[in-house]
C-alpha cells in the first residue's frame, strides 16, 4: 500500500462526509468463479481492494473505517478456505503493520480472538501496540466477530462489573451496554455499504447500525474501486438523517 495522501482539513458533525463507515465486503468468491478461478484468487484480490479503500478513507478524512472480514458464522466453510483466509489475514498484519503505522492509522482488531492461533493473537496485539497512538484514520478489523456476540459480551462484562443491586440502576442508565461494545469509544457508523448484491446484515454491527444509512450495490467487492467508493460517499451526502425528527425540525436545527 503506497498511501501518500496530503493532510485536508478534518471531517466536522456539518460535513456531508461519514465519520465512521462500516463494510461487509462480500463477494469475492463469485468474482473469482466467474473468472473460471478458486475461490482464495477472490480473497486475494479483495485485500487489494481494502488497502485502495482505506487510501480513499484517508483522502475523504472519514475518521473511522470498519471491515467484516470473517464472521463468527465463517468457520462453517470448507476448511481449506477457512485456512486460507486465517494465512491471508496473518500475513497481512505482517506485512501491513509497518505501512499501517506510517500511515499514522490505528488499528483495532475486534471479534472473538481466542479462537485464532497464539501466532496470530501475538501478531494482532504487536500491531495493535505499535500503532495505538496514531492520530489519523481508526482501521477496525472485524475477525471472528457475530453481532450477537458483541452483544452478548457486552452484557457480561456488564454483569461482572456491578453488584446486583448497582445493576438494576445501571441497566437503565444511558449508554451501558454501549460502553461495553467492541466499538465503544469510535463514533457510531453513519454510513454501511454492502457489496455483492446480498440485502443482510449478517450478524455485523447490530446495536451499532441503530441509525445507519444503508448503502447495498450489486458490485462485487473485488470490483469496487474509487469510483464505487465514491459513488457510495455521493448517495450518503444526499440522505437526509432524520435521528427520529421530522423533516422541518432538522431543518432548524441545521439554521440555529
Ligand atoms: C466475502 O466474500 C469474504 C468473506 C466472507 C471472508 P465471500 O467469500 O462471501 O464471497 P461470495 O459471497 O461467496 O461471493
Ligand atoms: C458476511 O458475508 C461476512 C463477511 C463479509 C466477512 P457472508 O458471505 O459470510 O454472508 P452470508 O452468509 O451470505 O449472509
Ligand atoms: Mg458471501
Not at 454492502?194 to 458490485?219: P, V
Request: net charge neutral; aromatic share 8%; glycine share 6%.
Amino acid at each position: 500500500m503506497g498511501l501518500q495522501v496530503a493532510s485536508e482539513p478534518k471531517n466536522t458533525s456539518e460535513s456531508k462526509v461519514p465519520r465512521h463507515i462500516a463494510i461487509i465486503m462480500d463477494g469475492n468468491g463469485r468474482w473469482a468463479t466467474k473468472k473460471n478461478r478458486p475461490r482464495s484468487f477472490g480473497h486475494r484480490a479483495g485485500v487489494e481492494v481494502l488497502k485502495g479503500t482505506i487510501e480513499s478513507c484517508i483522502k475523504n478524512n472519514v475518521e473511522c473505517l470498519s471491515v467484516f472480514a470473517f464472521s463468527s458464522e465463517n468457520w462453517r466453510r470448507p476448511e481449506k478456505e477457512v485456512h486460507l483466509l486465517m494465512e491471508l489475514f496473518l500475513t497481512m498484519l505482517k506485512s501491513q503493520a509497518k505501512v499501517l503505522h506510517n500511515n499514522n492509522i490505528k488499528l483495532h482488531i475486534i471479534g472473538q480472538r481466542e479462537a485464532f492461533s497464539k501466532a496470530m493473537q501475538t501478531k494482532i496485539k504487536e500491531v495493535e501496540n505499535l500503532t495505538h497512538e496514531n492520530t489519523g484514520l481508526t482501521l477496525v478489523i472485524a475477525a471472528n466477530y457475530g453481532g450477537q456476540w458483541d452483544l452478548e459480551q457486552a452484557s457480561q462484562s456488564l454483569l461482572k462489573q456491578h453488584s446486583k443491586q448497582a445493576l438494576a440502576g445501571e441497566l437503565l442508565a444511558d449508554n451501558s451496554i454501549e460502553q461495553h461494545l467492541s466499538t465503544y469509544g469510535m463514533p457510531e457508523p453513519d454510513l454501511f455499504i454492502r457489496t455483492g448484491g446480498e440485502k443482510r446484515i449478517s450478524n455485523f454491527f447490530l446495536w451499532q447500525l441503530a441509525y445507519c444509512e444503508l448503502y447495498f450495490t450489486d458490485i462485487l467487492w473485488p470490483d469496487f474501486d474509487e469510483c464505487e467508493f465514491s459513488k457510495a460517499l455521493k448517495e450518503y451526502s444526499v440522505r437526509q438523517r432524520k435521528f427520529g425528527h421530522t423533516a422541518e425540525q432538522v431543518q432548524e436545527l441545521k439554521q440555529n
